[in-house]
């Protein structure tokens, strides 16, 4: 009994001297994971880039075609595969895990190396001094990349949101805490923020009075 056709997709990532999109490694691994052969087609300069989306009438790479159909980036791919799309707003705390966890080990290496037991008092101190040295690497190859690893970090990465006018004297949670009122003295103003469930930030501020130089706020209730 003749084996059934192998499924075939065509992939256009982008690869230039400067670049390569990740998200074009990771539609290449998925189509591979799902069992289609993957044609990895590479757009390799700026001009042979911005020649496919004219073409095509996207703005973004990678794009996928399986049986002559557009399917779209890596997350229309997740999504025809029945996978959940790729939230961009999760916070994720895998690569501090790993390195903690990689200096945990290390740390209890070494207290048995040195203090015949990896479960002594000196562990604790090995620990501290193994993370703060491959949080040190990891800066040094590259500071932008090391700062910026944090800031789905809620605790680490507090945001500056601008309060909508000039000296912000009083802030308030209303009852239920999802609405944050701010009364700008200068900017004779009252601006309301939602507050985000799940990540807690501040979203779609909105000025709700205008009024004389407002200094408190108070809610009937």
Known sequence: MADAPQKTAILYRMVTPTHICPWG?????????????????????RPEIDAFKAQHGVETTPQIFIEGRRIGGYDDLRTWFGKPPRDP?????TPIVAVLGMAGAMALATSQLVRGTPFDWMALQYFIAIAMCLLAMLKLRDVFGFATMFLGYDLLAPRWVPSGGRTPRFFVFAPGDRQLFVANEEG????RFDRDPRSGRLVRPAVVAETGSPTCILFRG
């Open 25 to 45: 490694l990771r539609a290449k691994d998925l189509l591979r994971r799902k069992g289609y052969a993957v044609d990895d087609r590479l757009l390799t300069s």
């Open 89 to 93: 707003e999760a916070v994720t705390y």
């Open 188 to 191: 004779h103003n009252i601006l």
